[in-house]
């Protein structure tokens, strides 16, 4: 009974960690910006250093680098997917503040809930509607943070992309029959793939920006093993100990932490409309997990 309890609460710690840490993005990204290197640049350094430090746990652990041919169009696709859900989150960080961005990209669940209901058939029940509904009033009220407008929903569109390509990354991964690969495998493929993505189109469209700084080498760094190899790795070992149930509620920290970030450190406003349609979007979510 003991040792049960201890799993349940390193369980527990390990989803507040994995989705903490997730929210912590703006905190290492957004300086980097305000210096000055491009969302595109910024991407290219986190996926890189996410990739080199997942092989080097797998190195440690003597997990197989082996991947079997008919594995890689499913890589590529998942790598494009969760390539361009962060892109558009970075992107959406030049349109508003950083905490609202992450409680609209939050609304992968919602958006998941909606695309297996509407397409893939899943069952329909009035709380999992109800919280759709409330989900769309919550990004409603965000879209009045400043005063609405055209920029204001410019910068929605695009979190929102991010979110429904996280949600599609999501679905496509529930969605794979008779392929096992081991989590940190896969995820280690997507940051490589995802790197090669970055590089070529780079190239074609513009060029690598250096990094200028210790202080910039730092953020990017942290970036990369914080919000995206520690969050990755915690989220795989939550799942194991509490359930995808447990550690999706859970997940709710990450735009409460990224709302905290936002305002203790780069002085973000947060009106009552910003609370109410983070409050809508975070019950949505936890209604959605809950009934499921």
């Given at each position: ?124 029940s009035f ?115 509490i359930g995808s ?48």
């Amino acid at each position: 009974m003991i040792i049960y309890n201890m799993n349940k609460i390193n369980g527990f710690l390990y989803g507040l960690t994995s989705s903490a840490s997730f929210g912590l993005i703006p905190l290492f990204a957004i300086p980097v910006m305000q210096q000055g290197m491009e969302f595109n640049s910024i991407l290219l350094y986190r996926f890189i250093f996410a990739a080199i430090a997942l092989a080097s746990i797998m190195l440690l652990r003597k997990e197989s680098f082996k991947l079997r041919l008919k594995e890689l169009p499913l890589l590529l696709l998942l790598s494009f997917m969760y390539l361009m859900s962060a892109l558009f989150l970075f992107w959406g960080y030049k349109y508003m503040a950083s905490g609202i961005a992450t409680t609209l990209h939050f609304m992968y669940p919602v958006m998941t809930t909606f695309i297996m209901m509407f397409f893939f058939g899943e069952k329909k029940s009035f709380w999992r509607l109800f919280a759709i509904l409330l989900a769309v009033i919550g990004v409603f009220l965000l879209s009045y943070v400043k005063g609405g407008g055209q920029a204001g929903w410019i910068g929605i569109s695009i979190v929102l992309l991010s979110a429904l390509a996280y949600a599609l990354y999501l679905i496509t991964i529930g969605q794979i029959k008779g392929v096992q690969i081991k989590g940190i495998v896969l995820t280690f493929y997507v940051f490589l793939f995802g790197s090669i993505f970055l590089l070529a189109g780079t190239f074609v469209f513009d060029t690598i920006q250096p990094i200028t700084n210790w202080n910039t080498a730092g953020n990017l760094i942290m970036l990369a093993i914080i919000p995206t190899v520690i969050s990755n790795l915690a989220l795989v070992q939550a799942v194991k100990s509490i359930g995808s149930t447990l550690t999706s509620v859970l997940g709710a920290m990450e735009p409460v932490t990224a709302v905290c970030v936002g305002i203790t450190i780069f002085h973000e406003a947060f009106t009552a409309n910003i609370g109410m349609g983070i409050a809508l979007i975070i019950a949505a979510v936890i209604i959605i997990i809950l009934k499921k």
